[in-house]
Structures are given as C-alpha cells and as structure tokens.
C-alpha cells in the first residue's frame, strides 16, 4: 500500500545551520505531497506542498521539490531559527481520497 | 475564528475502562476526521465524517472504537473498553472540501490517551 518514510530524529542544529528532512515515498498514480509542521502545544499545520512532478512548494523559507524519479520530497531551510523547533510530518493524498497518509515524524530542536 | 477544539487534552485511565474523546471543528466545515499517532510512530487515518456520515471508515481498527457525529455538529470518538495498545494522540481534523488531496486539513491540538 501507499506509504511515507522520512529520517527518524531528533535532529538537532545550530541556529543558522542549514536542515535538511528526507522523506520518501511509495505510491501508485501520482500523489499531492504535503510537509506539517507541529509547533508545541499546537495542532498540526500545513506548510508547504506541491501537487505534481517537478513542482517546488515553499513557505516561511522552507522549500521541498517533488521529485518522482527518486519518489522523494526532502524538506529544505537554509538559515534556521529557534522558532522553527517543531516535529515535521511527511505526507501523501491522492485525488478524490479521504485520507492523508503521513510519515512517523521528524522532531527538530534548534540551539540558539 | 476559533480553530478545531479537543477535549479533553489528556486523559489517563486504567485498562478496560471506557473514555470518550470530543472534537468540535471549524464552523461551516462539513468534513471532520479522526488520525491517531500511537508511540511516536506515524499518524494513521482513522474515520471521516462529511456532515452526520461516515464517508470512509477503514481506518477504525476495531468495534472498541465507536465514532459518532450527530447533527452534523461536534463529534466524540468512545473507547470501549480500552486496551493498553489504545495509547497515543488523538487529533481530529475539519476540512471544508471533501478530498483530502488539498492537504487543507485544520488539526486541533490533540487528545493524548493514556491506558495504564
């Protein structure tokens, strides 16, 4: 069945430090793919996605490609904050799907 | 505007006890879903609702767990009886379009169950 795999953390960096969150994929036909962002204390929210091969989805400086020869979708920040500590989740829908189909999650802690 | 509410945030209960999870989505959105994240793995479908129906249940894992959305309102999620492998993080999620593959999903902050 479809399913997501990205990086176990914790990871942990400097603030500045440049991130990057690897998240693969396995699915048939031609998924949306989604990066969320879980800030403490917080609900789930999206930050970025991209809905077809090649699309680059961006948001807060963030940015991920959608890559369908590798079925992958790495998460990007050049410069990070401390602000940006959170647990980060991977995930895929297809069209006209209930679900979204997440990965296990990335917590990131930055150190100021 | 108030974002998806859950109650209660935490809830610790001994095994075969019954709990009760509530979930009040964002006024006007007919879609409302329930993920669970058990020991940190990942976050796993478990019912949607559009308006008072159950549109896709297959992620229920068994008839310990009784979902309903009466009036097309708020939602609760019972446990009965709860068993230790129930442990974990309840959201819930409201949506205003039917297909998730917008990824516009607005998730409330959680219910952790704990079953000792």
């Known amino acids: 069945g479809d399913s997501v795999t990205q990086m176990e953390g914790p990871v942990t960096l400097s603030e500045e430090a440049f991130l990057t969150i690897n998240c693969t994929y396995t699915a048939t036909g031609y998924p949306s793919l989604f990066w969320y962002v879980q800030y403490p204390g917080e609900g789930l929210q999206l930050l970025l996605k991209a809905t077809k091969a090649d699309d680059k989805g961006s948001n807060k400086g963030f940015e991920a490609t959608y890559r369908k020869e590798t079925t992958s979708f790495h998460l990007e920040k050049g410069s990070v904050q401390v602000s940006d500590s959170a647990v980060y989740f991977c995930?895929?829908?297809?069209?006209?799907?209930?679900?979204?189909?997440f990965g296990s999650g990335t917590r990131l802690s930055i150190r100021p | 505007e108030a974002g998806v509410t859950q109650f209660p945030s935490h809830s610790v209960i001994e095994k075969g006890q019954t709990v009760t999870l509530r979930c009040d989505p964002i006024?006007?959105?007919?879609?409302l879903y329930w993920y669970r994240r058990v020991m940190g793995k990942e976050i796993k479908f478990l019912l949607h609702f559009v308006k008072e129906s159950k549109q896709d249940e297959s992620g229920m894992p068994n008839n310990r767990f009784l979902a309903e959305r009466t009036g097309g309102t708020y939602s609760t999620l019972k446990v009965q009886p709860a068993e230790l492998e129930d442990s974990g993080v309840y959201f819930c999620?409201?949506?205003?379009?039917?297909?998730?593959?917008?990824?516009?999903?607005?998730f409330g902050e959680g219910s952790r169950l704990t079953v000792l």
């Open positions: 995930a895929l829908s297809k069209s006209s799907a209930s679900k979204i189909i």
């Open positions: 999620a409201s949506s205003q379009r039917r297909d998730a593959n917008t990824g516009e999903l607005f």
């Open positions: 006024s006007g959105h007919d879609n």
